[in-house]
């Protein structure tokens, strides 16, 4: 080979390089792209399964809406009925018991009016006949002054009669007193109606001071006597 043949030569070659390089690459190529897959065909008697079924499942899924809205009504209609007896208990039971309450605050209002009352009464009572015990006394003294003792012991078993309904354990043992100062005096006399009823008042009076009123009762029996 001479030397004017060798750069022929040498692109020759290259140029095979160059050919066998572009054809590999285009394998490589073609041989990396995807191939595409077949698109299914799908028959008319599937679709209208598939419809159906679609169909089937809305249906149900309606029905089973519908079950729980049911449900979810009559729970919450339950719990409303259950307020509505559980306020209506209370409020009976709060209207009860407010009416108790009245009807007891009145009882003790009432109560405690009825002895208010009878308090009131019975010291009016008290000082009424306290003001009749001291005009009897006045009274008795004023006839005594007269030179009229039987009058005037008759006038002390009146106040006997006062006497228990206001302080008996201090007024009755002052008359007594008086009625024995009057009888021992022996300026006393009595007639009978007078004497009787002087015996009757003293019949009232308490056992605790019955020797004074048999010392009383003896005196009149000597009057009577004499």
């Known amino acids: 080979m001479n030397k004017n043949q060798l750069p022929l030569t040498i692109a020759s070659i290259l140029l095979a390089l160059t050919i066998t390089a572009s054809l590999n690459a285009q ?18 008697d599937e679709v209208i399964a598939l419809r159906a079924q679609l169909e089937t499942m809305r249906q ?5 809406l519908e079950t729980v809205y049911w449900a979810l009504s009559a729970t919450g209609g339950i719990v409303l009925l259950i307020i509505g007896l559980g306020w209506y208990t209370n409020f ?23 002895a208010e009352a009878r308090r009131a009464a019975d010291s009016a009572m008290s000082d009424f006949k306290r003001i009749q015990y001291q005009t009897l006394k006045l009274e008795a003294e004023r006839w005594e002054r007269k030179g009229i003792e039987g009058n005037a012991l008759y006038t002390y078993a009146r106040m006997i ?24 005096g022996g300026k006393v006399l009595l007639h009978s109606n007078a004497a009787a009823e002087i015996t009757a008042a003293l019949e009232t009076v308490p056992k605790r001071f019955s020797a004074d009123v048999e010392a009383i009762t003896q005196h009149i029996r000597t009057i009577r006597a004499s």
């Open 92 to 114: 009976r039971l709060y209207k009860r018991d407010v009416v108790d309450l009245k009807r007891e605050i009145q009882s003790s209002l009432r109560n405690e009016m009825v």
């Open 60 to 64: 149900y899924d309606q029905r089973l």
């Open 161 to 184: 009669e006062v006497a228990q309904a206001s302080h008996p354990d201090i007024f009755i043992p002052e008359i007594l007193d008086e009625m024995l100062r009057l009888l021992k």
């Open 27 to 44: 394998a490589k190529s073609s041989s990396l792209e995807p191939t595409p897959n077949p698109v299914p065909t799908v028959s008319n």
